[in-house]
């Protein structure tokens, strides 16, 4: 099993960035794949970013691509999201998920272990 705690969300300007972590617990963290993911008030959970167990492969959501970066360091079970040129459609709960297998554009059904998410705001 597989707990993940999210942290780094917060209040950010239009334009500005910030960096999300999510850490695991559990030794196993370097054989899982990752993703992130997110919610805004009222609409479905979107995905956003995932990465190979290896960190060899990636896969960006239209919409963030080119403005955030997925990265792992299995060495300290930790996943990151760093994201940058922040819009205010970006504002969300921002959820980091693991699971077995790294599929290109998952779905949140790819994924087994959740967190409980990190708010992230963005101004305008």
């Known amino acids: 099993q597989v707990q993940l705690v999210e942290s780094g969300g917060g209040l950010v300007q239009a334009g500005g960035s910030l960096r999300l972590s999510c850490a695991a617990s559990g030794r196993t963290f370097s054989s899982y794949a990752m993703g992130w993911f997110r919610q805004a008030p009222g609409k479905e959970r979107e995905f956003v970013a995932a990465?190979?167990?290896?960190?060899?492969?990636?896969y960006y959501a239209d919409s963030v691509k080119g403005r955030f970066t997925i990265s792992r360091d299995n060495a300290k079970n930790t996943v990151y999201l760093q994201m940058n040129s922040l819009k205010p459609e970006d504002t969300a709960v921002y959820y980091c998920a693991a699971g077995p297998h790294y599929y290109s554009d998952p779905g949140p059904g790819s994924y087994d272990y959740w967190g409980q998410g990190t708010q992230v705001t963005v101004s305008s």
């Open positions: 990465i190979s167990w290896s960190g060899g492969s990636t």
